[in-house]
């Protein structure tokens, strides 16, 4: 395991100097953080930030990217998350789909979507989970069968985030019958057209009463040989390198940081020591979790695959998320009511109700520590 | 790392290898320390790294001495490396001291502590008490910062003038009370200080030492978890099949390594100067992981671990004692904490992304 002390240059701390007065201008004096990847889907935004280059902004210049690196895109993310930017909309195609598409994809994908994708204007769900498969991913029941010039897909997926917004989802299905008990064969992973005839939206209210989650019904949809991706019959190896992608960036610990830093603001600059000592310690955990964080970003860079570390930054770092929220409510001492005139409150209302999804999406911890306890044994 | 630092790191371990092994720190908790160590290390030149040459020190800076403190605490090393060089060396050269020949302390002023130093320059005279200090009487010298005449003075106090009150931590490591009762010092033992050494920046040293030592003891605690689990059979397999094993082996390397993030930024941001909120977080992030993984070091390591013949629990008594010398994670925290209100919520964000600064030498 390698976690190694990185600093920033000159140039990333521009970058980051920018970013900072791009959102210090962007963002009204009243506005309301979000917190992580559940902040609103504003698609004027996503575009904003698209034309200052910050979306798909690791994706080479020939597919409208910008050839930027991994910590760079790790600066920006964790500006936006830190100032609970609306980030929705653009959020997973910038993170995982489009290094998906552009690792595995055919030339023609990469043409077709990159450059929405880099422009903010093309946006993707995950479609992984269904209701028999969770964290058993390789037990999916979504079928593709083969008819002229493609596929016919048959199947539901549900818990997915912002589908009844989103332009596309990548499909997770059986593209040929398990044979001999071989789980992980035959699976392949299929670009689904959210408004395609035969997919079909349908709300699952989330805990706190919103429309996040939803259940997507594909009755023989249709989808063409051009838009399978990657290999078939790959999907499987496919699928683990992307949720190894995605496991370690500022999205995995700071979601609830808006909550921290509004009840500094409310508090303001005399805590008793017992607030203080809640708020130096929250605070040196997010320095450290931080600086793990970006280790990662900058092995990524080196060409290294620090995917043990990776995992282990995701666990960490979503439990902290939690904790936080834990903290600041004994820290409070008050009855939490969602309407309060408090930004604080209001904000630690939606951390309450929401936090129990930070160990679960994108892999749940239980399964994150048998993927990194095996690393260990190594 | 810088290629020196790493082989600075490579040779000291070599060396504790070879001659800190369990054996030697088990029969060294009988004695207070291991003067055969202390001896080798010594002929290398390691006690004082970050001493600098021309007040007769190895060289190197802060970063360099935490990083041989990492392997020291890997090995439970019974020495007062930390004391010698980063503390008490460094305090005596900067105000110009000359370095003792032995091993070095320092006293940083704990609650009730006492110290007077009165005279003047050809007549110094030195009373007080100071409790629990680190290796007192197996040291030469306790270095301490005395207020006279309106400012700070270094003064560097033979241990042999004293009368000890012999303590230990938790580890058997000494911690003696050491009372000097208007003991004359000549002018070679006394020295205004200059304004970089004051009790806080001891305080500073002494912290970001103990986080750097219980990095490299966290580090190590996860190795033996590690092997251990994977040795040890039961229900037909090794027990580090078991999810529950796993949770505790996981949570281990986790806190192991952001102890060692920690440590390990903090020490390279100290290296051309101290800096509060580093240190800080280091020690807030070493104590508190001291806690958790020797919690879950030992649940993962059944009843061997409570046996003093194993090295788990030279390791973890270690970690005990560390996390609450020089200030424990809660008045680390307290301090922390205070400091970032005053600067106001909008501070927060960009003093949690500084890390690792730049220009270090790393």
Known sequence: MDFSPTSLSPAEEALRDQVRTFLAEELPPDHRPGLGMAARHDPDFSRRLAARGWVGMALPPEYGGHGRTA???????????????????HFVADRQTGPTLLHHGTEEQRRFFLPKIAA??????????????????????TTATRVAGGWSVSGTKVWTSAAHLNHYFVVLCRTSPMQDGARHAGLSQLIVDLSAPGVKISPIPYLDGTHHFNEVVLDDVFVSDERVLGELGGGWSQVTGELAYERSGPDRWLSTFPVLREFLREQGPRLSDQLAEAVGRLTARYWAIRQMSLSVARSLDAGHAPSIEAALVKEVGTRFEQEVVEVLRTAAESEIDPGAESLFEDLLAEAVLTSPSFTLRGGTNEILRSVAAKGLGR | MSEERTM?????????????????????????????????????????????????????????????????GRYAAPVPLAETGLLAGWAAAAAGLALPAGPATVAVGRRGDTVELSGAEGAWRLSGQVSRVPWGARCERVVLVAEHDGRYWVVSAPTAAATVTSGRNLAAEPRDTLTFTSVELDDALVAPAPESVTPHALMLRGALGRASLIAGALARVTELSVRYTEEREQFGRPVARFQAVQAHLVHIAEEAQLAGMAASVAALNCATALSFSDVAVAKIIASEAATSVARAAHQAHGAIGMTKEYELGQLTRRLWSWRDEFGSERSWSRALGHQLALAGADELWPRISTGLLDDQPC
């Open chain 1, 71 to 89: 910590v760079d895109r790790f600066l920006v993310t964790e500006e936006l998350l830190s100032a609970g930017a609306p980030i929705a909309a």
């Open chain 1, 120 to 141: 903010g204007e093309c946006w993707f769900s995950l479609g992984m989970s269904e209701p028999d498969s969770g964290s058993d991913l390789a037990s999916v029941r």
């Open chain 2, 8 to 72: 600075l790191s490579a040779a000291a371990d070599e060396m504790f290898r070879d001659l800190c092994s369990p054996r030697t720190v088990r029969d060294a908790e009988e004695h207070g320390w291991s003067p055969d160590l202390w001896e080798a290390l010594t002929e290398a030149g390691f006690p004082l790294v970050g001493v600098p040459e021309a007040a007769g020190g190895s060289g190197g800076d802060v970063a360099d001495a935490c990083a041989l403190l990492m392997v020291a």
